[in-house]
């Protein structure tokens, strides 16, 4: 083997040219291939994981012949975490209590794309749990990230026809379960502080006030912190259940910005104890959703970049 001059051998020059080339156009992408796996995964550690192993297998292919590096990552980045997503159903069964998707905290330009924001809502990616996983493989890439149905196929090991027709079935199910009425940024905004004030003091009347006759009441906390093991229905129930964060005094609770919606967060001692999102339709809280367990709450000390 022919040595350069500088102690490099040529092999060894080509394969860092390679790598570097390679970080260059996944580090390009990196935002979008995150938001892709999240979104098929609920969970921003499991996303971490899929683009490592993406980043893994991307080094290995030979950039040469790849004319759009944005759809081979993402057809990586898809496979990688529909593996993940199948494993991570059986895991669920053994969950404690309900499960919720892992809150991160978004920057106030994920509001303006209003279809990214709705993508990555708490009440959205709770919708996407229902379906199987290519279905919500296929819904993320196709109604999120407009990629073609040919190129979906390729991700998810289908025919295009046969994708087509997952898309419609998919798109028919989350219809039927999405948000009716949904609420703009700023109605949200303005219901959510209406339940602040009321929470922050135990006024059950004028937590009724806003929520729904059958608000349904879903806590987080995977066995490591305190929540309700089943799901809570009704105003009245969900009322007094808001009421007793009047303990924590005025100013406990914390507006933020999470999955590109207006949340609350309650903060003991400094520390992120609680995210509080919610589901609003027709000017009242349907939803509310709170997650504890403090394995998903580090994403609430940072921004995290999504983007399509």
């Known amino acids: 083997m022919r040595v350069m001059r500088s102690g490099v051998s040529e092999r060894e020059r080509t394969m860092s040219e390679h790598v570097d080339a390679a970080t260059e156009a996944f580090v390009a992408h990196r935002n979008l291939l995150f938001t892709v796996a999240y979104e ?48 991570q159903s059986r895991r669920r069964e053994s969950y404690v209590g309900p499960w919720l998707p892992e809150p991160l905290l978004t920057a106030p330009d994920v509001a303006e794309d209003v279809e990214l924001a709705d993508s990555v809502s708490m009440a959205m990616l709770l919708v996407m749990e229902t379906l199987a996983p290519t279905e919500r493989a296929v819904f993320v890439l196709r109604e999120v990230f407009d990629v073609g149905y040919e190129e979906i196929a390729e991700a998810v090991g289908k025919s295009p026809a046969a994708v087509r027709q997952i898309a419609h079935r998919a798109r028919a199910h989350v219809a039927a379960r999405r948000p009716r009425g949904t609420a703009s940024a700023a109605e949200t905004r303005n219901v959510l502080e209406a339940f602040r004030r009321a929470a922050e003091t135990g006024d059950t009347r004028r937590l ?42 005025p100013s406990a609770l914390q507006p ?53």
């Open 208 to 249: 009724l006030a806003v929520l729904a006759p059958d608000v349904v009441f879903l806590g987080d906390g995977g066995g490591l912190a305190q929540a309700a093991l089943v799901p809570i229905v009704g105003s009245a129930e969900v009322a007094l259940l808001a009421a007793g964060l009047s303990r924590f005094g």
């Open 40 to 87: 098929m995964l609920g969970s921003a550690a499991d996303a971490e994981d899929v683009l490592q192993e993406t980043w893994l297998r991307w080094t290995t292919v030979d950039l040469g012949p790849v004319r759009n590096q944005r759809a081979y990552l993402v057809r990586i980045t898809t496979r990688k975490a529909l593996d993940r997503l199948r494993a």
């Open 256 to 308: 933020a910005q999470a999955n590109g919606h207006p949340t609350l967060v309650l903060r003991l001692d400094g520390r992120v104890d609680t995210v509080f999102a919610v589901r609003v339709e027709y000017g009242l809280i349907t939803g509310l959703y709170a997650v504890r367990n403090p394995e998903k709450l580090s994403r609430m000390d940072h921004e995290t970049p999504v983007s399509r």
